[in-house]
Structures are given as C-alpha cells and as structure tokens.
C-alpha cells in the first residue's frame, strides 16, 4: 500500500501572511528587545541606567497590590457621566461589562495585505480616523486610570507635615535672622535653615541647634559653621518640642548647652 504524506504543506504559494511581516514586531528594535528581555527577568541584559530605572520602577508599581485593587462601585456611572457632559451627548448605557475570557484567535488583516508598500503611516492615520471608542472600552480604561491614580496617591503618602520656624535674634548677635522649615519624613524630621548676619565659627567652634518642650528638655538636632542652606535632623517631633534655639558651642567635651543662645523661635504647623 502506498504512503500517504499527512504533513502540512508549508511552501510559499504566493500569498503574504502578515503574520510574517516583522516591520512592527518590537524586538526587530536592539533597545525594545533588551527591555523586553530585562522586564521578563533574562540574566545579562545590557540596558543604559536610565531604562534600568524606569523599567524597574514599572515593575515596582505592576507589583503593587492596590494597583489591582476593585475600583469602586459608583465609579462606572461617574465616569459614564463625565464622558457624556464632555461630548454633549445623552449617558451612555452602563449596563455590566462582560468579563468572560476574550477569544484571542487571530485578528484577520487580509486588508492590509492588499495596501500598497511604505503606506504604514498613511495606514495608521486612516485606522485612528475610523476608530471609536466603544463605552466598555472607555469605562475599562477610565477605571484602570483612577486606580492607577490612588495607588500612587498611596505610594505618595499623601502631603507632608510641616512647620515653620521664625529665628529672632539676642543680645549675643543682634544683627542676626533666620527661618526654618520643618518637614516630616519616614526617617525623622528635616529641618531647613537659612540665616544671616551670623558670623562664621570655625577651628573647634560652632553652632548648636536644639528643640525645647515646654518643661525645658533640650533635644540637639544638628551643628554648623554658618547659616546658609543648612539641614538638620531630629528625632522628636515640633508639636512636642515647639521652640528652636541656636547657641555658640565649643568642641570641649561637654555635651550640655552653652547657653549662649544666638536665634530662638517657636514653631507652628502649617
């Protein structure tokens, strides 16, 4: 009995697959290729510091639970109805979108296979003018935005907590001003300073800045020479120790306070 060859025959037969056609596959690109390699987690990608860190603060946030996170309820309607004032248009239907599985089976694009060569920009334009969104789409879209948008609202922690300080001068250094900033952070509290008409101290001596609370503990937060663009830490908070001072100190050994007070001032919340 004679054979009968079963195999598909994978000769040309003259047709254009655009399956095949690699001009918008993204890996023809050397750079797109390696990011694609680096996301998806290959070992010795070469990639330049810059797409390093954006690709890994993209990983970071697609790791983030609250960016899957259900968006609310009412969200669908408010956003339809946005989208209708925008446009001058009746709301769009809202009725539930249809979350099965999409069929992934190949798009058919034999008309693009009949489109004339070096036409892909033409092509595009003519897609983007024939294109609409459609209501689920829009909805989908508006939803992924909004949780995208808390997540990084999360991330952010919101507005930092502040206060500011106005540095009067004593007797010691009459002619001297100065301001303070204080910002909460994670790691404690950053203090900002700026002053003036301080002369400069050096060779073993300095200036010393402390919070106070209202039984009068003293907290250092930070030495300097002179006042410009000064940055100082502390440990405790200005709600609870609500008066800044700046004294003149000397590397002796003593950790007390001089008492020899240049700027006071009392903070308050922003």
Same mark, same amino acid.
């Given at each position: 009995? $004679? ?14 697959? /655009? ?7 993204p890996?023809?690109? /050397? ?11 290959a070992?010795?990608? &070469? ?5 390093? $860190? &954006? ?15 259900? /968006?609310?309820?009412?969200l669908?309607? #408010?956003? @339809? ?12 239907? !809202?009725? =539930?979108i249809d ?6 089976a ?9 489109? =004339?060569?070096?036409?892909? #920009? ?11 969104p ?8 508006a ?5 995208v948008?808390?997540? @990084?609202?999360?991330?952010? +922690?919101?507005?930092?907590? !502040?206060?500011?300080?106005a ?19 994670d790691?404690g509290?950053?203090?900002?300073? &700026? $002053? ?12 010393q ?6 039984? +009068?503990v ?17 440990g405790?908070? =200005?709600?609870?120790f609500?008066?800044?001072?700046v ?10 306070s #001089? ?12």
């Amino acid at each position: 009995m $004679a054979d009968h060859d079963s195999s598909v025959d994978t000769s040309d037969d003259g047709g254009d697959d /655009p399956r095949d056609d690699p001009r918008d596959d993204p890996r023809d690109d /050397p750079r797109d290729a390696a990011r694609i390699d680096y996301l998806t987690g290959a070992a010795g990608v &070469e990639l330049t510091a810059a797409d390093r $860190a &954006e690709l890994d603060d993209l990983r970071a946030l697609l790791a983030d639970p609250h960016l899957w996170a259900e /968006p609310p309820a009412e969200l669908e309607n #408010s956003v @339809v109805a946005l989208i209708a004032a925008e446009a001058g248009t009746a709301p769009i239907d !809202t009725a =539930p979108i249809d979350t099965r599985p999409i069929d992934t089976a190949p798009i058919d694009l034999a008309a693009a296979r009949d489109r =004339p060569p070096n036409s892909g #920009s033409r092509r595009r334009q003519d897609q983007a003018r024939r294109w609409r969104p459609r209501p689920a789409l829009l909805l989908a879209a508006a939803a992924v935005v909004a949780v995208v948008v808390s997540a @990084v609202l999360l991330l952010q +922690g919101g507005s930092a907590r !502040t206060f500011d300080v106005a540095l009067a001068p004593t007797d010691l250094v009459p002619a001297a001003v100065g301001s303070a900033t204080m910002t909460k952070t994670d790691s404690g509290w950053k203090i900002h300073l &700026e $002053a003036t008409g301080l002369p400069r101290l050096d060779g073993g001596q300095f200036y010393q800045a402390w919070l106070r609370n209202a039984d +009068g503990v003293q907290v250092p937060i930070g030495t300097f020479n002179e006042g410009t663009d000064v940055t100082l830490w502390a440990g405790v908070s =200005p709600a609870d120790f609500p008066t800044m001072t700046v004294t003149q100190e000397q590397a002796d050994g003593d950790q007390r306070s #001089s008492g020899l007070s240049v700027l006071v001032g009392g903070a308050h919340q922003n």
